[in-house]
Nanobody, 127 residues
Framework: QVQLVESGGGLVQPGGSLRLSCAGS????????IGWFRQAPGKEREGVSC????????YYADSVKGRFTISRDNAKNTVYLQMNSLKPEDTAVYYC????????????????????WGQGTQVTVSS
């Protein structure tokens, strides 16, 4: 059974940093694409970043480009989202999601593209 568990959220001041983790179980991360999404109160879920299963292809939304970095440790079956220079508008519940892609270079940032989801972790950026 595929399961994802996010951690690392919390309260941080503007300009600060957090590293989110997405730990997977029940599957081998090598063959799965991973997406990070966020949802702020009253807003639609937004794709933030993704990582392909094979060749290191990554994607970042314009709103986080240059500030967020996605990485994966396949040996630990874990994906990370390093978030720097955080802004109040980054406040949201952050989710990771995964889909088996059989080692392709694809990754996506639309919710409907993913099969499995974590429960989310709250990130609050406030002074």
């Amino acid at each position: 059974q595929v399961q994802l568990v996010e951690s690392g959220g919390g309260l941080v001041q503007p300009g600060g940093s957090l590293r989110l983790s997405c730990a997977g179980s029940g599957f081998t991360l090598d063959y799965y694409a991973i997406g990070w999404f966020r949802q702020a109160p009253g807003k639609e879920r937004e794709g933030v970043s993704c990582s392909s299963s094979s060749d290191g292809t990554t994607y970042y939304a314009d709103s986080v480009k240059g500030r967020f970095t996605i990485s994966r440790d396949n040996a630990k079956n874990t994906v990370y989202l390093q978030m720097n220079s955080l802004k109040p508008e980054d406040t949201a519940v952050y989710y990771c999601a995964t889909l088996r892609t059989y080692g392709s270079s694809w990754c996506g940032v639309h919710s409907y593209q993913y099969t499995y989801w974590g429960q989310g972790t709250q990130v609050t950026v406030s002074s």
